[in-house]
């Protein structure tokens, strides 16, 4: 299977989509001699590439973790896409809706026109590394291991700037212990704009506490603002990598998680099953839904994935098309998802996505 990384494809992230922009194969796009398009408002989006999250991606593991021990992995947990082509002519539009099972849908709906390129490049990186973070903070969990917090950013001006820095580990808030990110909002959004809070980190081995007056939100000066972007790590000696790197966002969030577990939990938790799948991760291990997901199950059926991990909210689009023997699996968190693999291992019923 050729990698996402040689099939030379500029990958975006929109919503809960991750899409593989490939264009049309041969386009032209303007009158010769003039600036009159030929290209119509529209996009075909069909199946894309579909990655061995515990395999790896031109000899660089997919996720690759660090740990005093990590399990040997058996079997797939594949992650699938959408690949989207675009600068069509009407011709080719048709063509793509008359001869193959793409979706044609307007433009917009998976490229934002208010951004410019870089503009999307950010936003990808950024729900990336969103998708990441939670991915690691929902597997900690789900193996009940500690979790600590990194300050990766801190915005200039704000008031926490000056007392607070990058890289430094955020401990407790008004003396109360934290480990999560969120956990550190609910207590500043608790508070008025105006007040004081004490801030207590560690950094260099030594635990440091400052006072800190809280400003205003930009976004709502009613709310209380800190200043500071936060994500969560292993507390232990546990550091784990994604490599992924063309192709990101929101919707590789479980899959990740997974191969996560999978490499710090004895045994295959796939079974040693071609297992493929997708959905959205939160830190409690909720999966959620995605779009594009009946050509992700077609993509992961002609990949030849016996099981397919589908978000519950996703069911009915699912079931849409013909997905051969392969299971469709009905999930809604972490614990659903194993539960399903480890019932289709041992021969057992598996609760699925329903045709509608």
């Known amino acids: 299977m050729k990698s996402a990384a040689n099939r030379r494809r500029r990958t975006l992230v929109l919503g809960a989509i991750p899409v593989v922009l490939t264009g049309a194969l041969v386009s032209i796009d303007r009158i010769p001699g003039t600036d009159i398009s030929l290209t119509v408002p529209y996009a075909a989006e069909g199946p894309g590439p579909t990655v061995n999250t515990l395999g790896d991606v031109d000899g660089v593991q997919v996720v690759a973790v660090k740990a005093p021990h990590v399990y040997d992995t058996d079997g797939n947990l594949n992650m699938t896409t959408v690949s989207v082509r675009t600068n069509m002519t009407l011709a080719q539009a048709f063509g793509r809706w008359l001869f193959t099972d793409d979706t044609i849908v307007p433009i917009e709906t998976v490229i934002p026109q208010n951004m410019t390129d870089e503009e999307v490049e950010q936003s990808n990186k950024q729900a990336f590394t969103e998708s990441e973070s939670a991915a690691t903070v929902a597997a900690m969990n789900y193996l009940d291991l500690p979790l600590k917090i990194k300050v990766v950013d801190v915005l200039d001006g704000s008031p926490a700037s000056g007392k607070i820095q990058k890289d430094d580990e955020v401990t407790a808030i008004d003396g109360e212990e934290v480990t999560e990110p969120g ?3 609910d207590r500043i959004r608790a508070k008025q704009p105006g007040d004081s ?15 800190v007056t809280l400003g205003s ?5 009613k709310v209380s603002f800190l200043g500071l972007s936060m994500l969560s790590e292993p ?24 191969a996560v577990i999978d490499k710090l939990s004895p045994g ?3 079974g040693g099953k071609f297992v493929a799948g997708t959905g959205t991760i939160d830190e409690s291990g909720t999966v959620g839904p995605i779009g594009g997901i009946e050509h992700k199950v077609r993509a992961a059926e002609e990949a030849g994935a016996q099981i397919f991990l589908a978000p519950a909210d996703n069911c009915a689009e699912a079931t849409k098309g013909a997905n051969g023997d392969m299971v469709i699996a009905k999930v809604k968190s972490l614990q659903d998802a194993t ?10 019923p598996v609760e699925t996505c329903q045709a509608g």
């Open 197 to 211: 809070v004490e801030v207590s980190v560690l950094r260099g081995g030594k635990e440091l506490t400052s006072a």
């Open 183 to 185: 956990q550190v909002q």
């Open 235 to 258: 507390a232990e000696d546990i550091t784990v990598d994604y490599n992924l790197q063309d192709i990101g966002g929101p919707s590789a969030g479980m899959m990740f998680t997974l």
């Open 339 to 348: 539960t399903a693999m480890d019932n289709f291992s041992q021969g057992k």
């Open 268 to 270: 295959d938790l796939n």
């Open 217 to 221: 939100s930009p976004a709502d000066k």
